[in-house]
């Protein structure tokens, strides 16, 4: 194959809490440039992504960089794909799209988990701690009743973006104006670490 392109690809370290860029690890490969696929750009637009361009490159030479650079510009990698053993694609969007995204963020929440210490007798008991306050993006999904033993439980559903953060589990719940919230499934879309998906549920009596 011909390749008719040099590019960065790029390891970005955050800080713990991920919001800061501690570091910058580069490295420059040689790539072939690819226009995006209309069904491409349509499934991204689908999950709030932009694809604007697509490099092949060695897969050797890949090593789940977040980040790629060509001609100065800027770009997240959302999505690697192995076309053969050899080959890798990998699909790209703007920076500056990925900030746009973030813009969304603009409701908060707090993300709470239990840490367990000695109580009064002498044995470990869970203590609910606060993790986080985060900027988010809450799409509420509606709910349903539902009756036991004469109870009737009432459960309300969302969908609630969060920036990126390790660590985040369904042993966790959130916070919604002093609502508690339990996490049923977490996505990191096209694990791309630029948000985290959270699919959550509130179970009242």
């Not at 997240?76 to 080959?87: K, V």
């Not at 606060?130 to 009737?152: F, M, N, W």
């Not at 996505?187 to 179970?203: G, Q, S």
């Amino acid at each position: 194959m011909l390749w008719n392109d040099e590019v960065d690809l790029i390891h970005v370290t955050h800080s713990n809490d991920s919001t800061v860029v501690v570091s910058e690890t580069v490295k420059t490969v040689f790539a072939n440039k690819k226009s995006v696929t209309r069904s491409e750009f349509y499934q991204g637009v689908a999950n709030n992504l932009k694809p604007v361009a697509v490099f092949e490159v060695n897969s050797f030479e890949y090593e789940d960089e977040q980040k790629l650079r060509h001609e100065g510009s800027d770009y997240m990698i959302i999505r690697s794909y192995q076309i053969t053993q050899d080959l890798l694609e990998l699909t790209c969007q703007a920076y500056s799209d990925v900030e746009t995204n973030l813009a969304r963020l603009r409701d908060m929440v707090e993300v709470w988990h239990n840490t367990f210490k000695d109580n009064s007798m002498g044995e470990k008991s869970p203590f609910a701690e606060l993790l986080y306050t985060l900027p988010a993006q809450i799409e509420y999904k509606g709910g349903g009743a539902s009756e036991l033993d004469g109870v009737i439980e009432t459960t309300n559903t969302a969908t609630i973006t969060i920036q990126y953060r390790e660590g985040v589990s369904s042993n966790m719940w959130i916070v919604i104006d002093g609502r508690r919230y339990d996490i049923n499934h977490i996505e990191d879309p096209y694990n791309r670490h630029e948000t985290l998906v959270l699919y959550v549920e509130r179970v009242t009596p």
